[in-house]
């Protein structure tokens, strides 16, 4: 069953999705048909739709981030909502069935089709039942897809175990994903992860590669007598933008001797209490090395 | 396979096309004992044979996405050692193979509950030469499962082991592959880890595994960084492939990295351990390895044919070798 008011966001979904499409095509769309029909519809819709950018209003977009906690549609062409629409018909009175149809459907995706169905992972019903399809997801080559589980989706950070988040976090370090998009990574940091990203960091170091800058966000509540010397050599660093994240490692670590070394750099401690240096400037600074 | 991290522009354009690396190693012969052949072109065969390159070994691994019925696995675990085999024979290179269930589509548990099953019509086949690429990817508790039962279905055949260590913490995935072959009583002779880097390859080596060091553009080693590893460790159990396949990857990787030793003063014996013999030493305890089939297979006549198929098309002549003419 759905975990939040779904007659809700098919009713504003079908509130905007007028907006966008012809009345022939939205009748086309809504028209129930025959056994087939649903995969049919799922699989052709671009072509009557068309895959243009929607136009979605601020207040819509918060209404959709209501009904469905931090689930967002912004930057959604037509063709991918109106798929998550569709998904939004499909009755779930009968668990398994309403499962196999959907497993169906990423069985036999192509790259567009496999976003969409990432991306819709939180809108669906019966939301544990999907945990095994998003590891799965996790395992992807394909850029776009492991964009749309890693990127802004609130599903991982709800619903994955501990050890398919680490791996969720780890691809987006590998496949340099913007971090910070992350749905719920401060609070599901957990000591396993930070000290797979201090052996990830004595690996880069060894082969000479940059250490990505946010992994040290991942590292930050988990600084202890064992990783200490990772933050003192980041905070050490020549590149001031590496010197600030260590720092902000510490500010958010509760390890005294953490907190030592940052009183050493008032100024930067400053630029930190004062909110002007944070994980998404750290990210936004030009002088960032490739990482 | 990989990402590919830090690409930058400058990366993808065309390197230099200087050859002139291949005059240091003129008339050694190689051995590559990781390289995903089914992905790469005839061209690629051409390369490696004009460089020394004798035989191979292409492991069996995931093709990209996950595969969805048992079928595929039977035809691409056929195609290993039949349509390849011969392609790679076309170009004067002896085709063995590894065979098993990769640790990312062991994930699926469905499946893998009837790969398990057809993998003893495989991995008894002439020129199979191990059981691999296998262990751990996300380090699951079906991974696991299913490289413990693969260890005992190698150590049933009396095959090496062939271990793919994870990209993501790689330490602890090795040392864990390691724990746990251990444990079913293998012995670690039998047993190759591959894609080491500096801080796995002391481990393994001290714990008596053969080392293996994918030379894999970006993402895994640099070959300057294997030359420093032979200068620090020696050439004894260690070995060089390419794990080349369908990113952005060198299948002359072995080669190259011989000329790069070469060139920074390690000697010609260290060389042949490394890019040749050690691999043939691990995986010939298959007893499905013969080095005087490196030079038959040299003998090579384009237009045999397999299953009435040849690599030829349409109106191409055989490429016959005589003395390295290179046809282009």
Known sequence: MFTYPVVQLRALLGKIIPQHISPETWEWLQATGGPGDFNKKFVLLPRKTGKTPINLSAEDGNKIREIRQGFSVEGYTIDRLCRVWLLLQLDETNEAAYIRAIENLFQAAEVNELVTLYGSLPVLAYPEKWTGRCAEGIRSNIGVVLEAIICDNPYPSEYLDEAAWNQLVLKAFFTEKDVNRITGLDARSNKTLADTLSDFAHERWAASRPVPLLQWRCVAGFIDVANFADIEKVVASENPVEQKAGLLACYHSHYPPAKALLSRYPEIKNAIESGNINWHSITEDKNVPVA | MCCNGNLTEKDLQPGSNDGSYLETIR????????????????DDYQAMADAGVVALIEPAFWLGQPRTEVGTFKDYYSSLVGWERFRSSQFGIKHYCTIGLNSREANNEA????????????????????????????????????????L?????????????TPHRDKKKGTTRSMDIALEHGLDPYMVIVDHNNEETVKEVLDRGFWAAFTIYPFTKMGNERMVEIILQYGSERIMVNSAADWGISDPLAVPKTASLMKQRGISDEDIRLATYQNAITAFGQSGQIDEADFTMVRDIDQSQKFSGNTVLRGGQAPRIDKNDIIIK
Do not use: C, N, W
């Open chain 2, 111 to 150: 499946l893998a509950e009837q790969v398990m099953e057809i993998l003893p019509l495989f991995v008894y086949k002439e020129g199979v030469v191990g059981v691999g690429e296998i262990g751990f990817d996300d380090q699951t508790a079906a991974e696991e499962k299913y490289y413990r039962l693969q």
């Open chain 2, 152 to 164: 005992e279905l190698a150590k049933e055949a009396g095959l090496p082991v062939q271990i793919h």
């Open chain 2, 27 to 42: 008339g050694m012969r190689f051995f590559d004992p990781h390289v995903h052949m089914s992905s790469r072109t005839t």
